[in-house]
Every structure is written in C-alpha cells, then in structure tokens.
C-alpha cells in the first residue's frame, strides 16, 4: 500500500535516486516516507491541543497559578526545547539505532502532557502552578530529544530529493487537523469553557503523541555510524543553528 501510494505521489519525478542513503535503507523509503508523515501529523495535532498560548495560559488561570509562573508557560515550551539538544546531540550520535530515542520522547511528552491534566484536577494555587511547570521543563527536554533525533533519522531514512515533499505533505494535513481541532475548540469553548473541557483536551492531546510513538517504532532504520568524539565548538553552533 505504501510503496503504490507512494510512486503514485512522485509519478513522473525519476530523481527518486538513494545515492545519500544505504541501498538497505532505499528499500524501505516508501513506508518510513509515510510513517514519518503520519506521527508528525499527530505531533503536530498535540501541539496545538496543547497550546500555550491558549489551553496551558487558561488552566493556569483556572487554577490560581501565579502570575509570574503564567508567564514562564510560552518561553519554556517553545523555546526551552532548543538549547538541550546541545547536550543531546552528542547521545545521539553514539547510538547506532536512534529512533528509540524519539520513540522516548514522545512517550515522555505523552506523559507530561497527560500530568498536566491530571494536575489541573486536583491542585490549586501555588502548588499546582509550580507541578504544571516542571510538567513543562520535562515536557521540552523529550520535546528536544525527539526533535534533533528526527532530523537525524530523516537523513538515514529519506532521499533529500523527497525530504521537502515529505514535510510539505506533513504540513498540508496536519494544517488541516489543526484548523479543524482550531475551530472546534473556539465553537466549544463559547459554550462549554470548563475545566472539563479543557482537561479533555489535554488528555486528547497527550494521546496524540502516544499514537505517534507507536507510529514511529514501525520505521525501517539500519545502524549507522557513531561518533564516540566529543562536541566540538563547530558541531556546538550547528547543533544551535538546527
């Protein structure tokens, strides 16, 4: 099914060449193309059920946080996951099978996004302000781990002449779902805008990254080099450039 699909989307496009990936990993091309579509689409899904901007700022609220610890929420999730990966990188690349990592990581995003609900429920104030933002903290280091994984398992699964049609596709149809859930969210809440509600949606959204574990584990990798070499200087700013 995948293979048909596949050459069916690149009908006529004959630069389907792995010459900068293994003749093993070529074999499998069609399915990881779509895998990786498919748990991104679900990532992507997560990410806007659990927005900070919007469904993390109002819980806070609900639940009495802190003003200055409401603050912290948008930061810390959108950009507290890019200076990690400096310390991941290396980890990484001393693995030969790496989609595990991200498997990780997803798991642990489900995990802490699920926490976030479930806190949500049950704490107030001070302390529910403070449990919501270690959630956040765990939350971008998987978010970290996962995101420099992917770039690498892109290079060891995907040709680069089908890498930007892969994430062009990705975003077509996760800019759908997310439209849609976008939609849903802003007819529902003018009706229904209850801790419930939310607390629902944050449950949804953790599920997405669940379904986008099992998603990923399905890839075809094949062991690649590893580099036993601690981070350079040079590979520091290009983990940072990313």
Known sequence: MFERLYHYL???DKQGVCNDITEDACQYVPRNFFLQIFSNVFTQLGDTLSNPKTVLTWLMSYVS???YLISLIVPLRESGSMVPQVFFAQFIRQRPIR???WVIGA???FLTIGAIGIIALN???FTAGWLIVAAVVLFSLARSMSSLTSKDIIGKTIPKTRRGRMKGYSVSV???LVLTAGLFMLYQSEEDAT???YTNIIFFASATWLVAAFI???IKEFPGPVNDKSLTTTAFFQVLNC
């Open 195 to 197: 801790i419930n509600f």
């Open 99 to 101: 989609k595990w990592l």
């Open 216 to 218: 990923y584990s399905r």
């Open 107 to 109: 798991l642990l995003q």
């Open 174 to 176: 996760s800019g759908v």
């Open 123 to 125: 704490f107030n104030g």
């Open 65 to 67: 946080a802190p003003v």
């Open 10 to 12: 690149h009908k006529g």
